[in-house]
């Protein structure tokens, strides 16, 4: 699986942005998808997840009620809608996508064999 994410950019505070990753090599039918950000000096974090069926995902505590991933199999593409952006979500953005996962291992990073580059997301104060 190939993983292009796409989206990043500059934002105000209060903003919003969607992200997509768009995914070639193979179906994503069957494909847990994650996205985790990377802030400047910090650790890789999990943000958002979809299981495999599509039916359920999972955020982190921080962007709850602001963030929605969702997921169009027919055009092989993971979303992440964020609104109400502050300061705090400045990171790089990474898709990430694994056949067969586990519910219990989607927000663990290296649950992940596939990785997309990364999109840049600044939001300004």
């Known amino acids: 699986v190939q993983l292009q994410a796409s989206g990043g950019g500059l934002v105000q505070t209060g903003g919003s942005l969607r992200l997509a990753c768009a995914a070639s090599?193979?179906?994503?039918?069957?494909?847990?998808l994650a996205w985790f950000r990377q802030a400047p000096g910090k650790e890789r974090e999990f943000v958002a997840a979809?299981?495999?069926?599509?039916?359920?995902?999972y955020y982190t505590d921080s962007v709850k009620g602001r963030f929605t991933i969702s997921r169009d199999n027919g055009k092989s593409t993971v979303y992440l809608q964020m609104n109400s952006l502050g300061p705090e979500d400045t990171a790089i953005y990474y898709c990430?996508?694994?056949?067969?996962?586990?519910?219990?291992?989607?927000?663990?990073?290296?649950?992940?064999?596939?990785w997309g580059k990364g999109t840049l997301v600044t939001v300004s104060s």
């Open positions: 990430a996508a694994q056949p067969g996962i586990i519910t219990s291992s989607l927000g663990v990073s290296s649950s992940y064999n596939y």
């Open positions: 090599g193979r179906t994503l039918s069957g494909v847990g």
């Open positions: 979809i299981a495999r069926s599509g039916g359920a995902t």
